[in-house]
């Protein structure tokens, strides 16, 4: 399951996954995130905030997955991956051969650096 906030003054949108990550979950997300772009022109950033990787629950939710990062990767600038999941070097670097936007790892009781890290515009 994933909650999600959108911080509108800031461009800003906080997602916190409570367990594996399911088809649904990703097309919550994309709805709130095209909801916010239809009356701006892009995100300053994504914080993706979980203590540890929690999987998903099946392959339609990798697979929705991969379509929400396909289709919102250029308008977000940065993406800030607040974790202490020991995938989080592997994710950055495979991120980073896919995605536009700048990719960061931050620890898990860092959450307010991360924050302050994808406001900056």
Known sequence: MIS???LEADAVVIVKPSGPFSEGDFRGLAGGVDQYLESHDGLSGLMIQVQE???WENFSGL???IKFVR???EIIQRVALVTDSHIATAAISFANHF???EVRHFPFEESENALSW???R
């Open 118 to 120: 994808v406001k900056q």
């Open 53 to 55: 990787f929690p999987g």
């Open 63 to 65: 697979v929705q997955h």
């Open 99 to 101: 995605v536009s936007a």
């Open 4 to 6: 999600f906030k959108m």
């Open 71 to 73: 289709k919102h990767h």
